[in-house]
Nanobody, 119 residues
Framework: QVQLVESGGGLVQPGGSLRLSCAAS????????MSWYRQVPGKERELVAT????????NYADSVKGRFTISRDNAKNTVYLQMNSLKPEDTAVYYC????????????WGQGTQVTVSS
């Protein structure tokens, strides 16, 4: 069955770094664009970064540009989010999302991983 499993979250001090991973299975990963979203309680889920299926193009929310980097390894069916210079406002549950848009739209979500930035 389809699975997206995030890992790498945790507690980090302001200015620190974390790398999130999202391991995919049950579908053809290389055909899907991948995104990272985040959500804090009481707020809508926010798009953080997106990478195209082959990894040739990326896009970032203004709030993370220059600090976060999305990448993927299609041989390992995994997408990553390198987060540097973390701020308390980056605290959220981070989710990965897979989207297929050729003719039909198919979307899968992971279960999320908590990132807490605090001293």
């Amino acid at each position: 069955q389809v699975q997206l499993v995030e890992s790498g979250g945790g507690l980090v001090q302001p200015g620190g770094s974390l790398r999130l991973s999202c391991a995919a299975s049950g579908f053809t990963f290389s055909n899907y664009a991948m995104s990272w979203y985040r959500q804090v309680p009481g707020k809508e889920r926010e798009l953080v970064a997106t990478i195209t299926s082959a990894g040739g193009m990326t896009n970032y929310a203004d709030s993370v540009k220059g600090r976060f980097t999305i990448s993927r390894d299609n041989a390992k069916n995994t997408v990553y989010l390198q987060m540097n210079s973390l701020k308390p406002e980056d605290t959220a549950v981070y989710y990965c999302k897979a989207v297929y848009t050729w003719g039909v739209t198919i979307t899968y979500w992971g279960q999320g991983t908590q990132v807490t930035v605090s001293s």
